[in-house]
C-alpha cells in the first residue's frame, strides 16, 4: 500500500513558477514508477510527466515538454514537478499517482494522490 499526498500548489501569475511535491508512505515507494496528471474544470484528467522507478527515464506531453521537469528523490520517497513557465491552460488540479510502469495511460497507474490546485492567472 502506497499513501501519496501532493503539496506546492498554489496562485501564480503567468509565466512564473511553481514546484510540487508528492510524498509517499511505504518501503516500496522506489519500486513504484510515478507520474503527475492535472484536470482542469469541466475537462478530462489529462498526463503531464512520467518517471521511471530509477529516475533514469522521464517522459512529458508535448504540452509540457520544455518547461516542466519531473524528478524524484527515493531517499526521500518524494516525487517532484517543477513547473516554468506556466500559463493560464495549465490551471488544474494536479495529482501524482505510482504505478508499474512510467506511462501517459492513467490506467496503469495504481496509487492516487487527492491533489493539489494549482491556478494560473493571466
Known amino acids: 500500500q502506497v499513501q501519496l499526498v501532493e503539496s506546492g500548489g498554489g496562485l501564480v501569475q503567468a509565466g512564473g513558477s511553481l514546484r510540487l511535491s508528492c510524498a509517499a508512505s511505504?518501503?516500496?515507494?522506489?519500486?513504484?514508477?510515478m507520474g503527475w496528471f492535472r484536470q482542469a474544470p469541466g475537462k478530462e484528467r489529462e498526463f503531464v510527466a512520467a518517471?521511471?522507478?530509477?529516475?533514469?527515464?522521464?517522459y512529458y506531453s508535448d504540452s509540457v515538454k520544455g518547461r516542466f521537469t519531473i524528478s524524484r528523490g527515493n531517499a526521500k520517497n518524494t516525487v517532484y514537478l517543477q513547473m516554468n513557465s506556466l500559463k493560464p491552460e495549465g490551471t488544474a488540479v494536479y495529482y501524482c499517482?505510482?504505478?508499474?510502469?512510467?506511462?501517459?495511460?492513467?490506467?496503469?497507474?495504481?496509487?492516487w494522490g487527492q491533489g493539489t490546485q494549482v491556478t494560473v492567472s493571466s
Open positions: 511505504g518501503r516500496t515507494f522506489r519500486s513504484y514508477a
Open positions: 499517482a505510482a504505478g508499474s510502469i512510467a506511462t501517459m495511460t492513467d490506467e496503469h497507474y495504481i496509487y
Open positions: 518517471i521511471s522507478w530509477s529516475g533514469g527515464s522521464t
